[in-house]
């Protein structure tokens, strides 16, 4: 279980006004960051400056811990790598070249400065949404999505996803572990060959999905049973307070600002 | 259409007629070959006998989610095995399923949103919804527990929401399916107590005999898809060869 929560809850108990703050709020924040952050042109680096200086401020007041944050953010790293080739191949001021024999590579101006923003702007904006998911509990994520008129259907598939994942997880634990436990070996010999291994997981991964299709029938089961009529329905959410939308105003109105500002101004 | 704490539906006759039930699966097994069997409203019977006998097909019937081909299913003056659209929805109102896994049963984000499913669909008012389920929490001994998630429940503590769910929606039946299986000592003691507290029809599959013993006054066998046996749990206990003639065992 403990690695089942470490690999799913990103929330970490805390008490500062990011995690008091309505989800709603803070989800739609985040969003109107990220579509700032991403209209920012590229090599505008005071504006990437202010929002990176804005994230990390915010991140300063959660209490979750910067290190963790910064950790978090990383998640970036594989997004950011398919950027790499663009420093070699965009077309610029050539400012080093390198004979590989069968090739020559340079590197421009003109890409650095496209995978430095690309680098910027994917980082800072995936540190965002790693804030929110650290100050924010993933049900009320949920619950924001819905009051947000995202589809109700949509809201209840990633609703039962979240719910099944920890059930689905345990369930691959428990197999590998019956796994191990019959994977004896004899001095030298362990494991089997690679065909007959693969055999076995693929194995595992039909049963999986079998047993999941056989749950996902009882679960439809329990759910007519309580007078499930096809109809996704909720409680209404509460009403936001005024001073939300405010907040929610106010943020919107500084990253416009900054996207503008480093369009035109700096 | 209830004063509060009164499950509705009328009470006269009894609350559950089932007669002359068939039904088969699709692949052809015959798990039910003609059922007979009548509950008075608030009798506790216990439904036991060998895995395959048919047990978990019947609960199924009981508020329309199996039809079977012959037979009829009498809810309250309801036939469930008729009943289409609107009135299966009110069955399903009178009868309250739980299933064995209670993964099965709690499939919301949280407590609260599993026990509030049901009086949601119901068309409840919102007030009203929160109001019974901090009942239905209370009636098992979950208070204050709607905000979790089910996922970081015990075992026994799954049971017991697994039965708040349904007792959220008032039903007159219940029909439980394993209520006490794979527990430990102490949760099945905390399941016996809640069990022994509903005023309820109840109606309740299970293995677990000494449950019978000191739950159910009535108890009923079940052997390849019909009623073997129908008595007071006390009689039907004392007759050690109709018990080892289907596989039980006397506790």
Redesign the interface.
């Given at each position: 279980m403990a690695a089942?929560s470490s690999l799913l809850d990103r929330y970490r108990e805390g008490n500062s006004f990011l995690h008091r703050a309505d989800a709603r709020i803070k989800l739609v924040i985040t969003l109107g960051f990220i579509v700032a952050m991403t209209s920012i042109p590229a090599g505008a680096w005071y504006g990437f400056g202010v929002m990176m200086a804005l994230v990390w401020t915010v991140a300063v007041f959660s209490g979750v811990g910067l290190h963790r944050i910064f950790l978090r953010s990383l998640i970036a790293v594989p997004f950011i790598l398919i950027a790499v080739p663009s420093v070699f191949l965009r077309p610029g001021d050539v400012l080093t070249e390198w004979d590989m024999g069968w090739w020559v590579m340079t590197v421009t101006d003109e890409g650095l400065v496209f995978f430095a923003s690309v680098l910027l702007k994917s980082w800072t904006s995936v540190t965002a949404a790693a804030l929110l998911t650290a100050v924010t509990r993933?049900?009320q994520l949920?619950e924001s999505l819905a009051a947000l008129r995202v589809p109700a259907l949509l809201v209840a598939v990633v609703?039962?996803m979240?719910?099944?994942l920890?059930?689905l997880v345990d369930e691959v634990q428990r197999m590998l572990r019956a796994r191990a436990a019959r994977s004896a070996a004899l001095d030298g010999k362990a494991g089997g060959p690679l065909v007959w291994r693969a055999k076995a997981a693929g194995g595992m991964a039909g049963a999986l999905l079998i047993r999941s299709l056989d749950?996902s029938e009882?679960?439809y089961?329990?759910?007519?049973?309580?007078?499930?009529?096809g109809k996704v329905?909720?409680?209404?959410a509460e009403p936001l307070r005024p001073s939300s939308y405010v907040a929610v105003g106010v943020s919107l109105a500084v990253f416009a600002g900054i996207a503008v500002g480093s369009r035109w101004l700096w | 259409m209830v004063e509060d704490g009164k499950p509705n539906g009328d009470t006269a006759g009894p609350a559950v007629d089932i007669r002359g039930l068939r039904f088969a699966y699709p692949d052809g097994r015959e798990a039910l070959r003609g059922v007979d069997l009548s509950i008075a409203p608030g009798e506790k019977v216990a439904l036991v006998g060998p895995n395959g006998a048919g047990k978990s097909t019947l609960l199924?019937h009981l508020?329309g989610?199996l039809q079977g081909p012959e037979g009829r299913v009498n809810i309250l003056g309801r036939d469930a095995n008729s009943a289409k659209g609107r009135e299966l929805?009110e069955i399903?109102?009178l009868?309250?399923?739980v299933?064995q896994?209670p993964?099965?049963?709690?499939?919301?984000?949280?407590v609260f949103d599993d026990v509030?499913?049901?009086p949601?669909?119901?068309g409840l008012a919102?007030d009203e919804?929160e109001r019974r389920v901090v009942e239905a929490l209370a009636a098992v001994g979950l208070d204050g527990f709607g905000g979790r998630?089910?996922?970081h429940l015990s075992g026994g503590e799954k049971k017991r929401a697994a039965l708040a769910?349904?007792l959220s929606?008032r039903p007159q039946v219940l029909a439980l399916d394993e209520p006490s299986a794979g527990l430990d000592p102490r949760a099945r003691r905390g399941i016996i107590r809640v069990l022994t507290g509903l005023e309820q029809t109840l109606l309740v599959t299970t293995h677990d005999m000494e449950l019978v013993r000191e739950v159910f006054p009535r108890t009923v066998i079940m052997d390849e898809g019909s009623v073997a046996a129908d008595g007071p749990t006390e009689h039907i206990f004392g007759q050690r060869d109709l018990l080892e003639a289907h596989a039980l065992e006397c506790p």
């Open positions: 089942v993933p049900l949920l609703s039962l979240y719910r099944y920890f059930v749950r009882r679960i089961l329990a759910m007519l049973s309580r007078g499930y009529d329905r909720r409680t209404d | 199924l508020n989610l929805q399903r109102a009868v309250g399923l299933f896994d993964d099965d049963q709690l499939f919301s984000p949280t509030a499913f049901g949601i669909y119901m919102r919804v998630m089910p996922f769910t349904v929606m």
